[in-house]
């Protein structure tokens, strides 16, 4: 679930603790106010005052100094216990123990470990302080897992750092959170939090070139516009401009999350991409009947 409330501790929760002490802080004043305005109303209403002197107001010094040093008394502890938790999540202290490059394309996100790279799902290893240094292709995205950190903007040209920690296995669900074009809505992200030695295992295959090979599928790959834009590891298709393939049967979802990767959405999403998801920059391309299938099969092969 995407909630920063129910976050999984560190550094997500420091933030989940921070609104709850700002909205009680914030409750009792709205409190205090809307209860002094009420019992003002009531006091001094007309009907006690019939045909009574105007009211006049002399200087109150006191009562002046008072509603200016509470809130300033106020904002500054707000802003202590603010400056904490950016520390907080910023991971100060503790140094990372690795590094991952996140790049955000319009509508997919490209994940880079050293030279290896993947898309839409982020795999990591339980309890191990990540920098996600975070950057865009194209227009400003924001990587956004509720449940493991705050948002951060990924800008063109800039590279802005993330500390990333997940104290549970399991799957974290993310999305974009920054407007960025039409499909902005499906740029969901996966974060998969896995033992240390799940993780080696996971990231030893990403590295390796494609796991099966079928001539006739490539051929067709090689012979269309697929290979301008896709890589995989293995054949000669080495285009970047969309995510690399070389391991896509692995994943989860296709499209960042529009849907399932099963062989019969694949041959769908193949057939027609702008169907499932319309302005993505993938184009409808003419295949027939037979070399949708070989290829639909072909892809979700490479796990
Ligand atoms: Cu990428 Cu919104």
Redesign the pocket.
Known sequence: MQSYPATVRPPADAIGTLSIIVGVIALLIFIGVEGALVFAIWRYRASRHLGGEAATFERNRRLEIAWTAAPALILAVIFILTLGTMAEINGAGVPAAMRITAT?H??WWEFSYGGVKTANELHIPVGTPIDLEVSSADVI??FWVPDLGPKKDMLPGVTNRLRLLAPRAGSYEGQ?????GIE?AW?RIRVVAQSQTEFDAWLRTQAEPRTTSDTKAEQILLANICVSCHTIRGTTAAGTAGPDLTHVGGRATLGAGVIPNDVASMRAWLADPQRYKPGALMPSVPLSNTDLDALANYLVSLK
Not at 176 to 180: G, S, V
Request: charged fraction near 10%; proline fraction near 0%.
């Open positions: 955000g319009q509508w995205h924001s974009c959170a920054e407007f960025c902005h740029m």
